[in-house]
């Protein structure tokens, strides 16, 4: 896997851990208000997801062999 991917894949866990957090109870965030903090968690998971998924990692056998392609055309842009 390239950086990118990695960086990610990371940031989406990261998220997910968060979202984990808020759900039982737990304050990840230092803030009071749970309103706030909610809405924080929220749009976190959500971009994180959005993130990590719509972008083309090359993780499964067909996507590394694209990024072959891509690289052996002068195409890829990572």
Do not use: H
């Not at 979202?19 to 109870?25: A, K, P, S, T």
Request: aromatic fraction near 12%; charged fraction near 20%.
């Amino acid at each position: 896997m390239d950086k990118g991917t990695v960086i990610r894949t990371a940031a989406l866990a990261v998220a997910l851990m968060n979202q984990l957090l808020v759900m039982f109870g737990k304050s990840p965030l230092p803030i009071d208000a749970e309103m706030v903090e909610q809405t924080i968690s929220f749009f976190f998971i959500v971009v994180t997801s959005v993130w990590a998924w719509f972008k083309n990692n090359y993780v499964t056998e067909t996507g590394k062999k694209q990024k072959t392609v891509l690289i052996e055309n002068d195409c890829y842009r990572g």
